[in-house]
């Protein structure tokens, strides 16, 4: 009798595990749960790719830096250069009193002499 009982309770036990276990499979395995897996799967993925590339480019900053010092030292050029001094004149003289493109062509530029 308790041998019966035994083995009928164990029966019940297994059956209730396995019943557990492939419920959870199936729900895992339906669409929402996929979609829901793949998009954390991506945000992390994501967050690693964007942690990686902030580092990356962290390190070329330091990189380009200690670079360009070096080249300036072994260039002679100071750090600090002294600016320029102002100019006298200006580039293009603004004179409108006396515009010569209007005076030296021979083109009109009235549309309705072509008709």
Known sequence: MFRRTFWFSTGVAAGVWATTKVNRKIRQLTPESLAATAANKALETGHRLKDRAVGFALDVR????RREAELGEALGINADPELPAPRRYTAIENDRSNPKYVDD???SYNRNEDH
């Open 62 to 65: 330091d990189n380009m830096a």
């Open 105 to 107: 062509t021979t083109y």
